[in-house]
């Protein structure tokens, strides 16, 4: 069975500060990983995922995350978040033999001015 | 294009009640998925339909859940004899069916409350 930790529920960060949201996954078999946000009151968007070859995926909105095996985790990161980037981040992994994901318990990132 | 989009947005019920929660993907999407979100359990798998059929109903958390999905487009979700534990915002989310990596939409989800 696979299961994800995102290891921190909140993350309070200044407007034009950097971040950074871990996430580590287990899986007995090769996974595909993903990072999704969720806005208030939205749904869920994909941000960024990790298929195969080059560990550093870039996204949307100026996020990016690294694939790193034999640590098994995937963080999440921007170099300097704005206001508007305040949600919920989830971390995912899907192995290749199923379609369902398994979602982390979230990181809230608050964005201060 | 069109999203995915899920009725009602909210729906308020009584214990023992049952309710039905629908789903219309993005066109031409074969792949759909319910999940539920849930302050004590976090996101959680449902199950998973290919076209009409569902190869995957793991998440189905007891026998008052079950789902349908008819011509290849419209599931619905229904829960019998609601109990307040069901509470939970259901997301609903599709994708185009063909390829592992592929990208799941999601929905804004119902959100359900059990009195």
């Known amino acids: 069975a696979q299961s994800v930790t995102q290891l921190d529920s909140q993350v309070p960060v200044f407007e034009e500060a950097p971040v950074e949201l871990r996430c580590n996954y287990s899986?007995?078999?090769?996974?595909?990983l993903f990072w999704y946000v969720q806005y208030p009151n939205q749904g869920l968007q994909l941000l960024l995922k990790y298929l195969s070859g080059s560990t550093l995926v870039k996204g949307i909105n100026g996020f990016e995350a690294e694939f790193n095996k034999s640590q098994t985790s995937f963080h999440l990161r921007k170099p300097s978040v704005h206001i508007s980037d305040t949600a919920e981040y989830f971390c995912?992994?899907?192995?290749?033999?199923?379609?369902?994901?398994?979602f982390g318990s979230g990181t809230r990132l608050q964005v201060q001015p | 294009g069109a999203g995915v989009s899920q009725s009602p947005s909210n729906k308020v019920t009584e214990k023992g009640k049952d309710v039905e929660l629908r789903c219309d993907p993005i066109?031409?999407?074969?792949?759909l998925y319910w999940y539920r979100q849930s302050l004590g359990q976090g996101l959680e798998f449902l199950i998973y339909?290919?076209?009409?059929?569902?190869?995957?109903k793991s998440g189905l958390p007891s026998d008052r859940f079950s789902a349908e999905r008819t011509g290849g487009s419209v599931s619905t979700l229904t829960i019998q004899r609601t109990q307040q534990e069901d509470s939970a915002v259901y997301l609903c989310a599709s994708s185009k069916g063909g390829g592992p990596g592929e990208t799941q939409y999601f929905g804004p989800g119902t959100r359900l409350l059990v009195l």
């Open positions: 066109s031409g999407h074969t792949a």
């Open positions: 995912a992994v899907r192995d290749t033999g199923r379609r369902a994901l398994t």
């Open positions: 899986s007995s078999v090769s996974v595909y």
């Open positions: 339909f290919q076209g009409n059929s569902a190869p995957d």
